[in-house]
C-alpha cells in the first residue's frame, strides 16, 4: 500500500486544484469553498487570490517544493475557510439550516483540509528548530486529518438515508435497484468512516474507501461531466473533481497506515 503514497498526494492535488480553478473563469467562490454571503465586497478579487493560492500549494506539493509545509498551510487555509466563511453562513444565516443537506456544500471543505493534514502526514518530518511557531502549531493539526475527512463521509452517508429519492437517480440506469445502492453507499460511508477514525483494520478499510468512491467517479461523475461539463457553473466537473482528491485521501490513509506499520 505504500505505493500508493506518492500517486495518491499528486491525485489529491488534480483534484483539488480542478475545483478551484473554475473560479477564474466565473469570478466567484466556488459553492465547496466559500458562501454567497449577501453584500460581500469584492468578491472576484478575494476568490481569484484564493484560487491562485490554493494551485501555486498544488504545485509546490507535486512537485515536492517544502511540500510538508506547504501542506500544512493548504490545510489551514481551507479549515479558516470554512470556519470563518462556511460554519457561521451556515449556522446562522442560511436558509433551511436545520437540514443537514444545507450544510453540505461547505463540509466538502473540512474534508479537503483533512486530505492537505493527511499530506503533510505522508512527508517526513522537520527538526522543531527548523519551524516556526506557526508551523509547529499546525503541524499538531495532523492527526486530525483523518478525522475531518471521516466527518466529513460519516455525515454524507447519513444523507444517503435522509434524501435517498434525490441521490438514487445518480446511481446509472443500466444498474438496478437504485434505492437499495442508496442506502448501501450510505451505509459504507458511515462505516468506513467511522472505522478509520477508530483507527480499525485502518490500512484495509481506508483502501476499500476510496476504491469505492474511484469506481463512482468512473461510472458516475465522469458521465455526468461529459453529458453536462459546464452545467451549473461546472457543477459536474467539479464533483468529478471531488471524487478523485476523496479517493485519493482515503488511499492515502491507507498508504500511510501500511507505512506507520
Given at each position: 500500500?505504500?505505493?500508493?503514497?506518492?500517486?495518491?498526494?499528486?491525485?489529491?492535488?488534480?483534484?483539488?486544484?480542478?475545483?478551484?480553478?473554475?473560479?477564474?473563469?466565473?469570478?466567484?467562490?466556488?459553492?465547496?469553498?466559500?458562501?454567497?454571503?449577501?453584500?460581500?465586497?469584492?468578491v472576484?478579487?478575494?476568490?481569484?487570490?484564493?484560487?491562485?493560492?490554493?494551485?501555486?500549494?498544488?504545485?509546490?506539493?507535486?512537485?515536492?517544493?517544502?511540500?510538508?509545509?506547504?501542506?500544512?498551510?493548504?490545510?489551514?487555509?481551507?479549515?479558516?475557510?470554512?470556519?470563518?466563511?462556511?460554519?457561521?453562513?451556515?449556522?446562522?444565516?442560511?436558509?433551511?439550516?436545520?437540514?443537514?443537506?444545507?450544510?453540505?456544500?461547505?463540509?466538502?471543505?473540512?474534508?479537503?483540509?483533512?486530505?492537505?493534514?493527511?499530506?503533510?502526514?505522508?512527508?517526513?518530518?522537520?527538526?522543531?528548530?527548523?519551524?516556526?511557531?506557526?508551523?509547529?502549531?499546525?503541524?499538531?493539526?495532523?492527526?486530525?486529518?483523518p478525522?475531518?475527512?471521516?466527518?466529513?463521509?460519516?455525515?454524507?452517508?447519513?444523507?444517503?438515508?435522509?434524501?435517498?429519492?434525490?441521490?438514487?437517480?445518480?446511481?446509472?440506469?443500466?444498474?438496478?435497484?437504485?434505492?437499495?445502492?442508496?442506502?448501501?453507499?450510505?451505509?459504507?460511508?458511515?462505516?468506513?468512516?467511522?472505522?478509520?477514525?477508530?483507527?480499525?483494520?485502518?490500512?484495509?478499510?481506508?483502501?476499500?474507501?476510496?476504491l469505492?468512491?474511484?469506481?463512482?467517479?468512473?461510472?458516475?461523475?465522469?458521465?455526468?461531466?461529459?453529458?453536462?461539463?459546464?452545467?451549473?457553473?461546472?457543477?459536474?466537473?467539479?464533483?468529478?473533481?471531488?471524487?478523485?482528491?476523496?479517493?485519493?485521501?482515503?488511499?492515502?490513509?491507507?498508504?500511510?497506515?501500511?507505512?506507520?506499520?
Amino acid at each position: 500500500m505504500e505505493k500508493l503514497i506518492k500517486p495518491a498526494r499528486i491525485a489529491f492535488c488534480i483534484g483539488l486544484a480542478g475545483m478551484v480553478a473554475p473560479q477564474y473563469f466565473y469570478h466567484v467562490f466556488g459553492a465547496n469553498f466559500f458562501p454567497a454571503w449577501p453584500g460581500l465586497p469584492g468578491v472576484a478579487f478575494w476568490a481569484s487570490i484564493f484560487t491562485t493560492l490554493v494551485l501555486a500549494a498544488c504545485f509546490a506539493i507535486i512537485f515536492e517544493i517544502k511540500p510538508r509545509r506547504v501542506s500544512l498551510i493548504l490545510g489551514a487555509l481551507l479549515l479558516a475557510v470554512y470556519i470563518f466563511g462556511y460554519f457561521p453562513y451556515d449556522a446562522f444565516f442560511a436558509p433551511y439550516n436545520n437540514h443537514l443537506g444545507t450544510w453540505a456544500d461547505g463540509l466538502k471543505e473540512t474534508a479537503l483540509a483533512g486530505g492537505a493534514f493527511v499530506i503533510a502526514g505522508s512527508f517526513p518530518t522537520q527538526t522543531n528548530a527548523q519551524q516556526p511557531p506557526f508551523i509547529k502549531f499546525l503541524e499538531k493539526l495532523i492527526p486530525f486529518g483523518p478525522f475531518l475527512f471521516c466527518t466529513t463521509m460519516v455525515l454524507y452517508g447519513v444523507a444517503h438515508f435522509l434524501y435517498a429519492p434525490l441521490i438514487a437517480p445518480m446511481v446509472p440506469a443500466w444498474i438496478p435497484w437504485h434505492i437499495f445502492w442508496t442506502y448501501f453507499a450510505g451505509v459504507t460511508l458511515i462505516g468506513s468512516g467511522l472505522t478509520i477514525i477508530l483507527k480499525i483494520q485502518l490500512k484495509c478499510v481506508a483502501f476499500l474507501l476510496g476504491l469505492m468512491i474511484f469506481i463512482w467517479l468512473l461510472i458516475i461523475h465522469i458521465p455526468m461531466t461529459i453529458n453536462d461539463p459546464f452545467g451549473g457553473q461546472c457543477n459536474a466537473l467539479i464533483g468529478a473533481f471531488s471524487a478523485l482528491a476523496f479517493s485519493a485521501t482515503a488511499f492515502l490513509i491507507s498508504g500511510m497506515a501500511g507505512k506507520r506499520t
